[in-house]
């Protein structure tokens, strides 16, 4: 049977397994895909291990991506780009490709959800590897300016600096949020909820036309999206939609068709949201 994995440290939490069943099913095929919790010292071995267990293909999450990105044969341009590896590929030669799918399945969950990105001010809060890969998607649909918000601001200057558009990429200090103009979208991409520590959003950041919309999912996502929306925010969305839309990109890569996302996204918004 084919096999394919998702591995990262921890995974219990993971949807992946739950995704791609509804995807195998859909179209047709019969495939075992587990969840590897793999520390970041036995990445190397274990990914060689299922590589000789026949394993055709594998997502990758935290904290594993950039390594996989050096542990690939070959990278993708927007695996280059976010230095940062989500989707492993068996080439026939038993070499690995690395691809970053974040970007895309972002990009296809705005435009299912009807969010503009061209002309508007976009505001990132968080630097990290989620931000690096959805960077460049988010550019070339040629928003007004976006701007990047970090606690640790080289990062986000980092990131401005790399995009090759600094003026249209700037970088701010998360302590100067109250001086960021009112954003069109507004992205959170941090995991300050999950560590307890709520940011503080001042009611300038959003209007009624702004569009909140988080990385994550479940209740740090929706602490997230209440304040914005108590802030004056118009509009608010988790990450389920870009988790979804993301993995049906890996899925497209592995077997050369892309499965249908609106029902599998209907059940799993359903599930998340009964066990919150
Ligand atoms: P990283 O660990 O790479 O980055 C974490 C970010 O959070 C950094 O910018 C860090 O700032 C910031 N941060 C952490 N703690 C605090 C705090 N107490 N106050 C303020 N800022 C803080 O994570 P990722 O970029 O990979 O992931 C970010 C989010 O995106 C996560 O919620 C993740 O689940 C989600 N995600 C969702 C995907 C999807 O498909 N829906 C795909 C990928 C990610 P600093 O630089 O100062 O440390």
Redesign the pocket.
């Known amino acids: 049977m084919d096999y394919f994995a998702v591995f990262g440290h921890p995974i219990s939490h993971s949807r992946s397994p739950w995704i791609h069943a509804r995807f195998a099913e859909q179209c047709g095929f019969e495939q075992r895909y587990e969840a590897i919790d793999v520390p970041p010292e036995r990445f190397e071995e274990t990914l060689w291990d299922f590589g000789e267990a026949g394993g055709l293909g594998a997502n990758v999450t935290?904290?594993l991506?950039e390594q996989a990105a050096v542990l690939c044969d070959e990278l993708t341009e927007a695996a280059q780009r976010a230095a940062a590896v989500?989707t492993l590929i068996r080439l026939p030669d038993q070499r690995w490709r690395g691809d970053n799918t974040?970007g895309v399945?972002l990009m296809a969950d705005l435009a299912r959800l009807r969010v503009p990105i061209h002309g508007q001010r976009i505001v990132i809060i968080?630097?990290?590897?989620?931000?690096?890969?959805i960077l460049a998607p988010l550019l070339a649909a040629a928003p007004r300016e976006i701007i990047i918000v970090?606690?640790?601001p080289e990062?986000a200057l980092q990131l401005a600096f790399e995009s090759g558009a600094l003026g249209i990429v700037q970088a701010w200090s998360?302590d100067d949020l109250a001086s960021v103009d009112t954003a069109g979208l507004l992205i959170h991409?941090?995991?300050?909820y999950?560590?307890g520590?709520p940011?503080t959003l001042p009611a300038t950041l959003v209007d009624a036309d702004t569009v909140a919309y988080d990385?994550?999912?479940g209740a740090?996502a929706q602490a997230f999206l209440a304040q914005a929306r108590r802030a004056g925010a118009g509009a608010g969305f988790d990450?389920?939609g870009?988790?979804v839309e993301?993995a049906a990109e890996s899925f497209l890569r592995w077997r050369g068709v892309r499965p249908q996302t609106p029902a599998v996204l209907r059940e799993l918004t359903a599930l998340v949201n009964d066990r919150a």
Request: overall charge positive; hydrophobic content about 35%.
């Open positions: 935290l904290p991506k989500n974040d399945g968080g630097a990290g590897g989620a931000t690096r890969g970090n606690r640790t990062r998360l991409a941090t995991s300050a999950r560590a520590a940011l990385l994550g999912y740090s990450g389920l870009m988790l993301q």
